[in-house]
């Protein structure tokens, strides 16, 4: 399957050059995110054990229903808006734990570390974009109010890492599937 082309800036020099995007891999091991699966048929409510946690916020918008469930609560272009978006995640974290239901933390969880993410690349870039179209990264103007935001979110989404609940689940579902 021939893939496409795309610049590469490796992170200890500034050297430019071509390479090759593969297509997706299948999950290499149980731990992996798998895109192989038909997301828009699963109901990961349903059939929980699909599921795979993955790395950082892989899969964050594509396991229903949880995306659907969050996704209207993700907000994080002001501190105000970052502070309320945070605040109602974390309300959807706890009544997933409530319900002992480890995917929608996780899910709950990637969102939060989504707020930060994001967040902090348009308080370091005004477009949201990294690279130039040369490949190179572009320089970091900070923008302060993107800082606030990313800086909410990172406190909410560290708190949730380090949920006790939360870690025991996460351990608990990787020593069973991975």
Known sequence: MEGETFAVVTKNTSKYFEQTRRPKPKAKSSRDFNYSLDYKKIDFRKTPDSYRVGKGEQGVLMVEPYKSEILPHWRFKIPKEARESSKEILALFR???????????????????????????????????????????????????????????????????????????KSEWRERLG
Do not use: C
Not at 96 to 120: C, I, P, S, W
């Open 95 to 169: 009544e997933y734990k409530r319900e002992n239901d480890f995917v929608g933390m996780d899910m709950a969880r990637k969102f939060l570390q989504m707020g930060y993410t994001r967040a902090r690349r348009y308080a370091n870039h005004r477009s949201g974009k990294k690279y130039g179209s040369d490949g190179k990264i572009l320089p970091i103007v900070i923008d302060e109010t993107k800082a606030k935001s990313a800086d909410i979110f990172y406190k909410v989404w560290r708190s949730v890492e380090n949920d006790k609940t939360y870690s025991r689940l």
